[in-house]
């Protein structure tokens, strides 16, 4: 038992919730229980591209027919004052820590586009979902663009372009290339990952002027006190780039809990186009929750 524990159910409203998130949110969910300690529901809203509001409440309804319960959340009167928990209304922690990762140097600009990346000859694939690992293009013109301007006083949206001018540029973060990042997971162990090589200096913030997930993540797990995240195993090389975050900001990360990617009979992970494996239509189709969770535990 831990009463200090304080986990998170941390969903975005691009799309149906599905048996795949249901199963990660139980997890979390029976740890935080197992602790003694507090759940809290994040809506990941930030990206007003992809998600569509009316999802909201649907996401939130769909949650609690499950059986999820969370003490603190967009529907719950905020009593720790950490809030909001909505991600759209957080924009200040965001800037803030953005501000904070350009004043030391973290971040730089870059105004390559993705047909750029994918271009550059030496852009072998990360791992895992963020695409081919930065070639590094824009990095060495930092120099010569923090010469040419005030760091602290210009407001990111009117950053000089370098070689796109008519774009605003993509921030990223420098990773220590050839550090090996290492954390203990509470699930899958010991992880190492070295910088540079399993993944590349990756975007806190993009040209269309909203907070890239690893950002807005770090800062919203710390900002509310996160003591355990658990989340997909597809985050595993995530978690690393984000301690890197953590560090920069002078931030204490949370320990990790990473569960193993719900397959379909394909072997392939489920996603949001499994609208069959939606919560929403397993509902339809009478199934309860219990049944739900126990095929998952024989299976
Ligand atoms: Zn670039």
Redesign the pocket.
């Known amino acids: 038992m831990n009463p200090q524990y304080r986990g998170r159910l941390a969903p975005s409203p691009t799309g149906l919730l599905h048996l795949g998130h249901a199963r990660t949110f139980w997890v979390a969910q029976e740890r935080a229980r197992a602790n003694g300690g507090t759940l809290i529901l994040r809506n990941e809203d930030i990206d007003s591209t992809r998600f569509r509001l009316e999802f909201v409440p649907q996401m939130i309804e769909d949650l609690r027919w499950f059986g999820f319960e969370w003490q603190e959340g967009p529907d719950c009167p905020d009593k720790s004052g950490l809030g909001p928990y909505n991600q759209s209304e957080r924009r200040s922690f965001y800037t803030a820590a953005l501000e904070k990762l350009r004043t030391g140097g973290f971040v730089y600009p870059?105004?390559?586009s993705r047909k750029?990346?994918r271009d550059a000859a030496s852009a072998p694939n990360a791992g895992d979902d963020e695409g081919p690992i930065?070639p590094g293009?824009?990095r060495n013109k930092s120099d010569e663009w923090r010469v040419a301007s005030d760091v602290t006083a210009a407001p990111v949206t009117s950053s000089p372009a370098i070689?796109h001018p008519s774009r605003p540029p993509?921030w990223?973060f420098r990773v220590p290339d050839g550090e090996t990042i290492s954390f203990t997971d509470g699930n899958f162990g010991e992880q190492k990952f070295v910088a540079g090589k399993d993944f590349g200096d990756f975007v806190v913030w993009r040209h269309d002027d909203v907070p890239a997930y690893q950002l807005a993540c770090v800062v919203d797990d710390a900002a509310m006190q996160i003591t355990e995240v658990v989340r997909g195993a597809d985050l595993l090389m995530s978690t690393a780039r984000q301690i890197l975050l953590y560090r920069a900001l002078g931030l204490t990360p949370p320990a990790f809990y990473h569960c193993a990617l719900m397959l379909d009979e394909e072997g392939k992970r489920l996603a949001k186009r499994h609208d069959a494996l939606s919560l929403r239509a397993l509902r339809e189709q009478g199934k309860t929750p219990e049944s739900l969770r126990r095929d998952w535990e024989d299976g």
């Open positions: 870059c105004t390559c750029d990346i930065y293009t824009c070689r993509n990223r």
